[in-house]
Each structure stands twice: as C-alpha cells, then as structure tokens.
C-alpha cells in the first residue's frame, strides 16, 4: 500500500510562470490537505479538499493559489504568477476520516528563480 | 480563534536525559491530537493519535499523554536517532487540521 505520493519532489520555476503541484492520496482516503512550509518555519494550512469539493481554503492566497481533488485522478496545487516568496516547501497529506490521522508526503520544492 | 501552541522551542539533550515536550490547544470542541515527527527534508511522520484526557500512548523512548488543555510527549533515554522536530496538531470544529509550531530536538552523544 503506496503512502502519498507527491511529484514533483523539486520545481524550478522562473518569476511568473505556473506551477504544478500533484498530491495522490494512500488508497481509501477521500481527505487531503496542502501546507506550505518555509524553512526553518512550522507548517501553515492552505486548503482542505474531499473528492470533487473544497472544503475550507481560508488558508491559501486568495489570488494565483487554487486547488482541486477531482473524482478522478491526484489532487492538484496550481500556483499562477510565481513570485520570489512563493518558495517554499508544500506538503500534501491525506486521511481516512475527518478524526483519523492524517499521512504525509515527501513534499515538493519549489524554488522561483 | 483554534490555535496550538508548542513548548520549548528548542531542547537539547544529553544521551540518555529524560525530558517533555509541551503541546498547549484552544479549540472548541477537541476531536483527537496529534503528534508528528519531521526529520530535516522530510514530510512529518505520524506518531500518535490521542482522543481523550487520561489516554496515553508508547512507541519505543516516546510517551504521548493527554490533558483537557494540552498534550506532553516524553521521552525517555534519548538517543541522537530521536534528535527530529516534534510537531503536534489537533482538527479544528471545521475539520482542518492545525499544527503547531514544533519542538526542535538534538539529542548529544
């Protein structure tokens, strides 16, 4: 049983292009959630997602950040327009239920050049 | 507001000195805590799962309690293997889930 998966790991990206970041889930869970890490910060919540729903993103910019969990397929970070401060390391975890644990991924870097 | 907040910032040990982290929340409504260990580069490891006052939970030197009002993990006998940030994180009434700040440990041969 695969733990979650996220690809790319690292993401080189020049000012104002699109990033993507890709987050497949462990098998059976319909949960994910996204944080951004800066280093040597702790982890910021971004978004909450169940299948084919957002279920709360008050944590992501309201501008050039969006995600989606759609029915089929991985779940998807799209950063419009990087900029300098979008680097960061992004964590993508997801969970069984709303109580259960969640499970993380290795994360993908990414570094706006 | 939901918040967690995590005590020391930063612990460092000898091999083999006993310690406790502290994990203090204010959420309405606790639904479980968590605690995460996060090695430098890496995703968060998942410790344990703590869903009422009084439980406790062991794996290996660590030891997770839980009080109405915050969370300790022990550990005993540390090794320089257990040197990770500890992080602990609880759902919030709108089920996202909040992390705390984290404890830096080094543990010294």
């Known amino acids: 049983n695969a733990g979650v998966m996220q690809n790319p790991r690292h993401l080189v990206r020049r000012r104002g292009q699109e990033a993507r970041l890709r987050c497949s889930p462990m098998k059976g869970h319909s949960h994910v959630y996204w944080y951004r890490q800066l280093p040597e910060e702790g982890l910021k919540f971004m978004v909450y997602l169940q299948k084919e729903n957002i279920i709360d993103e008050s944590g992501m910019p309201k501008e050039r950040f969006s995600a989606e969990f759609p029915k089929e397929g991985p779940s998807i970070l799209r950063i419009q327009q990087v900029v300098r401060g979008d680097s960061a390391a992004y964590f993508c975890a997801s969970s069984l239920t709303t109580r259960t644990e969640a499970f993380f991924g290795q994360g993908t870097r990414l570094t706006v050049v | 507001e939901d918040q967690v907040t995590q005590s020391p910032e930063a612990l460092r040990l000898q091999e083999g000195e006993s310690s406790s982290l502290n994990c203090s929340y204010t959420v309405s409504g606790l639904r479980g805590l968590f605690w995460y260990r996060q090695d430098p580069g890496k995703g968060p490891e998942f410790l344990f799962t703590l869903y009422s006052a009084g439980e406790e939970k062991e794996k290996e030197r660590l030891k997770a309690t839980l009080t109405k009002k915050e969370s300790f993990l022990h550990i005993t006998a540390p090794k320089p293997e257990d040197s990770a940030t500890y992080l602990c994180?609880?759902?919030?009434?709108?089920?996202?889930?909040?992390f705390g700040p984290g404890t830096s440990l080094s543990v010294i041969p």
């Open positions: 994180a609880v759902p919030t009434s709108y089920d996202k889930v909040i």
